[in-house]
């Protein structure tokens, strides 16, 4: 799954850092400020409920965004 949303952000001309394995949910944030992106994404899937599952978004500072920042 993080393949592919990575080709469709490369498909829209935005450039891409994809992690080569499965890292932990804090490497993206970091990710996000040791590289100066302007937003970072973590495909989910583990032991939380289904509805945590998914996408989580970080903006350029690393801090992950919530509602309502994420509508």
């Known amino acids: 799954m993080a393949r592919v949303a990575a080709a469709?952000?490369?498909s829209k001309g935005i450039k891409v850092y994809l992690f080569g394995k499965m890292v932990a949910t804090?490497?993206?944030p970091f990710g996000v400020k040791f590289k100066g992106c302007a937003a970072g994404m973590m495909?989910?899937?583990s032991h939380n409920p289904?509805?945590?599952n998914g996408y989580k978004m970080y903006g350029s500072n690393g801090a992950q965004l919530?509602?309502?920042h994420d509508q």
């Open 66 to 68: 919530c509602e309502p």
């Open 26 to 28: 804090p490497m993206v």
């Open 8 to 10: 469709v952000c490369v």
């Open 50 to 52: 289904k509805d945590d």
């Open 43 to 45: 495909v989910t899937a």
